[in-house]
């Protein structure tokens, strides 16, 4: 999606009922918007978690409804899982994580 929060709402729109038919679906990635986000919708169980750039980043984020966190800073994203536990880390470029996602399985 785009910076427009209205795109945002109808890219969600789309998505969320086609991942809540299935009772397994944790988180889903994307990225391509150049700023970390972490969303999590209302009466929903899915984390909607936005990767940012490792070279260029858009510094002005703007939350939507259900920003759990948001940053404009470059960096990249580590999945980790064990037999109970997915988390995601959102790591800066210079390696310091600044947020985490978890869930347990």
Same mark, same amino acid.
């Given at each position: 999606?785009?910076?427009?929060?209205?795109?945002?709402?109808?890219?969600?729109?789309?998505?969320?009922?086609? *991942?809540?038919?299935?009772? &397994?679906?944790? !988180?889903? !990635? =994307?990225?391509? !918007?150049? &700023?970390?986000?972490?969303?999590?919708?209302?009466?929903? &169980? !899915?984390?909607?978690?936005?990767?940012? @750039?490792g @070279? *260029?980043?858009?510094?002005?984020?703007?939350?939507?409804?259900?920003?759990q966190? =948001?940053?404009?800073?470059?960096?990249?994203? *580590?999945? =980790?899982?064990?037999?109970?536990?997915?988390? *995601?880390?959102?790591?800066?470029?210079?390696?310091?994580?600044?947020?985490?996602? &978890?869930?347990?399985?």
């Open positions: 999606t785009g910076t427009d929060p209205c795109v945002h709402g109808a890219m969600l729109a789309r998505l969320n009922p086609l *991942l809540t038919k299935h009772k &397994n679906v944790s !988180i889903q !990635i =994307c990225c391509h !918007i150049h &700023n970390f986000q972490h969303i999590r919708t209302p009466g929903c &169980n !899915i984390d909607y978690v936005v990767n940012t @750039s @070279s *260029l980043s858009r510094p002005k984020v703007k939350a939507v409804d259900g920003t966190f =948001c940053s404009g800073v470059t960096g990249f994203s *580590l999945v =980790c899982a064990d037999k109970t536990t997915l988390s *995601l880390h959102l790591i800066d470029k210079d390696g310091k994580v600044v947020y985490t996602v &978890n869930h347990k399985t």
